[in-house]
């Protein structure tokens, strides 16, 4: 997969050197560059923001050095008087902000198939909108949001969404089998999970994880489960599940296994 990202703050994301993605990298999995958009500027003072039209407090990103730095990212531009191709192909193009649409794990799953993403990552009051209008036409542009919460910019929102996006590119977690029974995989949270030793500080790993017995931890794992995401996010529950059966998932270890 291709990423490039746009940012005034390129040294945000040395961190994607290091750890799971940076080996991905190092393997080819993943070809990632990061662009300063002030390389996109040609005033002395390496201009990026302005103030809004219509008066109100901040600075708004100015379109100019946007359009210089996705035009030299993206596939040409239509010459005048052709019809757009881009607007159902080419690269996603994704700008995270507050007035986007939730990211998830199935969104994660969706553009982790991409071929090609494009992050471009905001600051101030945010960018221009004539820039997500005018690229619209040349890409899938998206608007994204980490949650409900305002950030500084877009950078650390995106350093979220590729990791959680890079991980489920086919090679980069090392035993997929992993990826299966995390939290919101099967629309529930994750079990909690214990390791040696069986007691530490008076506290005990349940017996049934002892046991050796596949059903029975299944059911268990699957049990608290329903549990957690009942305490804490309830509305994860589609409505039948409020007192949904206990049965581990179709496609766990335990099933297969007891099918032989
Ligand atoms: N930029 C500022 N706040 C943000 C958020 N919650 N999600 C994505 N990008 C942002």
């Known amino acids: 997969m291709r990423i490039d990202i746009i940012s005034i703050f390129p040294e945000f994301f040395g961190v994607l050197d290091i750890s799971l993605l940076g080996r991905a990298r190092q393997a080819g999995l993943i070809d990632l560059a990061v662009h300063n ?16 039209y219509g008066g109100g407090a901040g600075m708004v990103m100015k379109p100019e050095p946007w359009g210089e730095a996705l035009d030299s990212i993206l596939p040409a531009a239509p010459e005048p008087g052709v019809m757009p191709t881009g607007a159902g192909t080419g690269p996603v193009l994704i700008f995270p902000s507050p007035a986007g649409e939730q990211f998830t794990q199935a969104m994660a799953r969706e553009l982790a198939a991409e071929p090609h993403l494009v992050f471009g990552c905001g600051r101030y009051e945010g960018i221009d909108q004539r820039v997500v ?14 949650g409900d919460y305002v950030l500084n910019g877009g950078e650390v929102a995106v350093m979220a969404m590729i990791e959680a996006i890079g991980r489920l590119i086919p090679g980069v977690v090392g035993n997929p089998e992993s990826l299966v029974e995390e939290s919101h995989e099967d629309g529930l949270l994750e079990y909690p999970s214990y390791t040696k030793p069986a007691s530490w500080r008076g506290l005990d790993v349940p017996p049934v994880l002892l ?37 581990p998932p179709a496609n766990s270890k335990a099933r297969r296994g007891s099918r032989g």
């Not at 958009?37 to 809004?52: A, E, I, K």
């Not at 794992?221 to 049965?247: I, S």
Request: glycine residues 6%; proline residues 4%; aromatic residues 4%.
């Open 211 to 247: 046991s050796g017995n596949h059903g029975a931890i299944a059911t268990w794992r699957r049990e608290k489960q329903l549990e957690r995401t009942r305490a804490v996010r309830p509305d994860l529950l589609p409505a039948d599940m409020a007192d949904a059966e206990l049965l």
């Open 133 to 146: 209008d005018h690229f619209a036409g040349r890409g899938r542009v998206r608007l994204v949001s980490l």
């Open 37 to 52: 958009l002030r390389d996109f500027t040609h005033d002395r003072h390496s201009t990026v923001d302005d103030t809004p």
